[in-house]
């Protein structure tokens, strides 16, 4: 009888063998592969390396496989199996690229040749444009990282800590580059440089606004005059004593004010210097709200169907106050008709003379549909339209 130390040794052999027959098998698959495949679609400045190895096997099962493009696992574990640093990277990312997301690598990288670095088949910028909207014109002023079409200068790729895949929050990204300028903090009140908030003032991509201010400025900010807001204490008043006509926007039921009295919580939301959309509101559609509804939009990532202008929030939801739950602008039937006005009159009975079953409540739209979140059913059904939804009140049917 072999001791364990003899099996264990019989058996390293066995996977040595079988790993150099394997090798061997790959070779001759790949020559067996361009008998159908042609050789030119494997070409180019950048070549994969199972390629150049004439490895088809390593990423492919030569006869059958669950997977498309007869791959012989999904396709993220198979680029992961080489790629562990991106692996690790994207493991320890809370924002991911979507195609990461969906471990759709190809979306971007070309699994055989390409002509640019990182197996790409366009510039970064070109890749980039695919997806992401270009501006329809040129800013008057441009980023030079974003005029160079260097957008991973400041975002990655793949995954990182900061939303907008940006690799280091502002302003210890922009002080990379930045921090020669020798009138830079005087510019800035001779402030910190490291405790302002970049972006809030700046575009990071162009602006037709010198020094990439953004469009829409604060009134005090476009004609210099600073006192006006710094020499109050940083209070609800300093910006109430101006826009004392959108006090009463507050007085609701349902309010937006935040905060426990200290400091001003309409910089909350609000920049007090330049944006680029009115109401001077910060980022992008739905960067301020989700400074403090994160649990939302994680909610929506995960569903399939979600309502087209889901980022925009200020479609349906009022931003000082409400009568409404949720700060819905009216009634939640009022607010979806504002789009879908055909829908109203075709649409299953809703009102008080058609009660929920499941809760005693009048029927409106939101009973079935979730058009914040999104569900995994179409037009954001709460359930399946095959009758699973239905049945939830029809029991008898």
């Keep these: 009888m072999k001791t364990p130390k003899e099996k264990i040794l019989m058996l390293t052999i066995f996977v040595f063998i ?46 059958v496989a669950k997977h498309k ?65 270009k501006p329809q014109k040129d800013y008057a002023y441009s980023h030079q990282p974003y005029a160079k079409g260097q957008c991973n200068s400041c975002h990655d790729p793949h995954g990182t800590p900061n939303s907008n895949l940006i690799i280091k929050t502002a302003p210890s990204l922009c002080l990379d580059c930045h921090k020669k300028e020798g009138d830079l903090k005087k510019r800035h009140l001779n402030k910190d440089l490291f405790e302002l908030n970049c972006l809030s003032c700046h575009n990071p991509h162009g602006s037709n606004e010198s020094s990439l201010v953004r469009s829409v400025r604060h009134a005090p900010f ?16 300093v910006c109430l004593d101006c826009h004392q006509d959108t006090i009463s926007s507050f007085y609701k039921s349902q309010s937006h004010v935040k905060g426990n009295g200290m400091g001003n919580p309409c910089a909350n939301c609000h920049t007090p210097h330049a944006a680029d959309r009115s109401g001077l509101l910060y980022g992008a559609d739905g960067e301020a709200c989700r400074a403090c509804h994160e649990d939302t939009f994680k909610r929506r ?26 700060m819905l602008k009216d009634e939640p039937d009022k607010v979806c008709a504002g789009c879908h006005e055909k829908h109203i009159n075709f649409v299953h009975p ?22 914040c979140t999104g569900t995994m059913f179409k037009a954001q059904l709460r359930g399946s339209s095959g009758g699973s939804l239905c049945r939830e009140c029809h029991i008898g049917y």
């Design 18 to 63: 079988a790993e150099w027959l394997f090798l061997q098998l790959a070779l001759t698959y790949a020559s067996d592969c361009f008998k159908c495949h042609q050789t030119e679609n494997f070409k180019g400045k950048v070549i994969h390396q199972p390629v150049k190895e004439n490895k088809c096997a390593a990423c492919h099962s030569p006869h």
């Design 69 to 133: 493009g007869l791959l012989k696992i999904e396709q993220a574990k198979l680029c992961f199996q080489c790629h562990e640093s991106i692996e690790e990277k994207v493991s320890q990312s809370k924002f991911l690229h979507q195609p990461v997301k969906d471990g759709n690598c190809v979306k971007c990288h070309a699994p055989h040749a390409a002509e640019y670095l990182g197996l790409m088949d366009k510039t970064i910028a070109d890749e980039c444009w695919t997806c992401h909207k």
């Design 222 to 237: 476009a004609k210099g005059a600073c006192s006006v807001c710094h020499e109050k204490p940083n209070q609800i008043r």
């Design 301 to 326: 990532e995960k569903t399939l169907y979600k309502h087209s202008e889901w980022s925009t929030c200020t479609h349906c939801h009022s931003v000082h106050g409400a009568d409404q739950l949720a």
């Design 350 to 371: 809703i009102g008080d003379k058609a009660i929920d079953q499941r809760n005693g409540k009048p029927m409106n739209c939101i009973s079935c549909h979730d058009p």
